[in-house]
């Protein structure tokens, strides 16, 4: 990992309880983002430095980064620089903390008398806090956040990035919650922080998502927890105590690196009946490419050669990857019905329909007979995007990819329709 001295650091932007943040000279709307090893709690009534802290938080925070941002998730990381820096894009921060909570527990529950320690929520529990140290940080409701008008970065923060930030922060959390399944590890809650980019101007995720940002109990056990929670629970801060916030620490930043990794590498066979349809089939390839899944392309016939289709079923059924077919024939589709007649596994139809016969050759992929459970997607995105939902479920890396994809849909229809307003007005 390079060293910070190979920057030409600015002026000093911000310096917090546990970072630093640095202009970059040589990098216009960059700065850097260097980590301190102090650890506080209580809005640092209690603080103590542990050696270390900087470059584990760092890790931390690069590896839960590049996993949204891989995910498609809009960020303000760059890329990870030294053991204790990672250089982000310059953003004028919102001064509030999203909250997000799956179980009850801390200050939920004396905030909420009569909440037993456990309760589940579902949907997902949504707070914001004002960042105000004097004041200890008070809970804020949305209208105090839309009265309070904030100007950042020239954007205004309205109703429309309310929403974006509200609708950003479950999604994170739910992609996060899944990828610490695969650890059994329970994320309880979680809190992020949003900026403005200064550059581009669009509401980013900003800050950091270290061990201090979140709860974590390992096997859905709070007497395990590995998260900053049992810093602020000791009674006594001891070298030997510190010792275990550490080991902690650590524990967390090397798990959170396995986060990157599929536990479930499936993939998806396209079978064309002819190589007439491969422009159709590159599609489903593209597609399945922006989800991370390796998609394979092959030519065989049911009709003309239904001996080589079952061999070539029988070639991706003796490796165990988790695989989906996609049937890909015009005309009489016999390849999806005899794939779907002789595979346990899934089997998608996705016929390239054509404008003179069209109409009627797609009852071939609709009519099956009984015992046959192949389903039928005319759009080869929608193909891709289906093959994706069903490999997602066992693969936490595809699935956050669908989740980042359905946020951004969304964002990108709330930002037309304040878009089209504004023009309106």
Not at 75 to 85: E, I, K, L, M, Y
Not at 264 to 282: F, I, N, P, Y
Not at 303 to 310: A, C, I, S
Not at 341 to 365: E, F, K, L, M, R
Request: aromatic residues 8%.
């Amino acid at each position: 990992m390079s060293n910070t001295t190979e920057l030409k650091l600015g002026q000093k932007l911000n310096e917090g309880k546990t970072k630093q943040i640095f202009e970059l000279v040589d990098e216009p709307g960059h700065v850097l983002v260097q980590s301190k090893d102090q650890i506080t709690a209580g809005n640092a009534v209690r603080k103590d430095q542990m050696e270390g802290k900087a470059a584990i938080a760092n890790k931390t925070t690069s590896s839960v980064f590049k996993l949204l941002q891989d995910a498609g998730f809009k960020t303000a990381f760059v890329r990870q620089h030294s053991d204790t820096a990672f250089v982000a894009s310059r953003c004028e921060m919102i001064p509030i903390e999203w909250v997000c909570r799956r179980i009850a527990t801390g200050s939920f529950l004396k905030r909420n008398p009569g909440v037993k320690e456990g309760y589940r929520f579902s949907p997902l529990k949504m707070e914001m806090f004002f960042k105000d140290d004097a004041n200890n940080d008070p809970q804020w409701s949305e209208e105090q956040l839309l009265a309070a008008g904030f100007e950042l970065a020239g954007l205004t923060i309205g109703r429309c990035e309310v929403d974006i930030m509200s609708k950003s922060t479950v999604a994170i959390f739910e992609v996060l919650e899944k990828a610490w399944g695969t650890q059994d590890c329970t994320l309880v809650d979680m809190k992020i922080e949003f900026g403005v980019n200064v550059t581009t101007k669009e509401i980013v995720l900003a800050d950091v998502i270290d061990n201090d940002s979140w709860r974590l109990w390992p096997a859905g056990d709070r007497s395990q927890q590995k998260d900053k929670q049992v810093y602020r629970d000791l009674k006594e801060v001891t070298p030997e105590a510190m010792q275990m916030v550490k080991r902690n620490f650590e524990w967390v930043a090397e798990r959170v690196k396995l986060l990157l990794e599929s536990q479930a590498k499936g993939r998806v066979v396209v079978l064309m009946g002819s190589t007439s349809d491969v422009a159709h089939c590159e599609k489903i390839r593209k597609a399945c490419g922006s989800y991370g899944i390796p998609c394979h392309l092959r030519v065989t016939s049911a009709h003309k050669g239904p001996d080589e289709t079952l061999r070539i079923k029988a070639e991706y059924e003796g490796d165990g990857v988790p695989t989906i077919f996609v049937a890909v024939a015009g005309r009489s589709n016999g390849l999806g019905p005899v794939m779907s007649g002789n595979t346990a596994y899934p089997v998608i139809n996705c016929p390239p329909v054509t404008p003179d016969w069209g109409a009627q050759d797609i009852w071939s992929s609709l009519r099956m007979p009984s015992g046959l459970g192949c389903s039928t997607v005319l759009s080869p995105e929608a193909a891709a995007q289906f093959a994706a939902q069903i490999l997602g479920l066992n693969d936490h890396l595809v699935w956050a990819r669908l989740r980042a994809s359905m946020l951004n849909t969304w964002v990108s229809l709330k930002q037309a329709d304040k878009k089209l307003q504004e023009c309106s007005l």
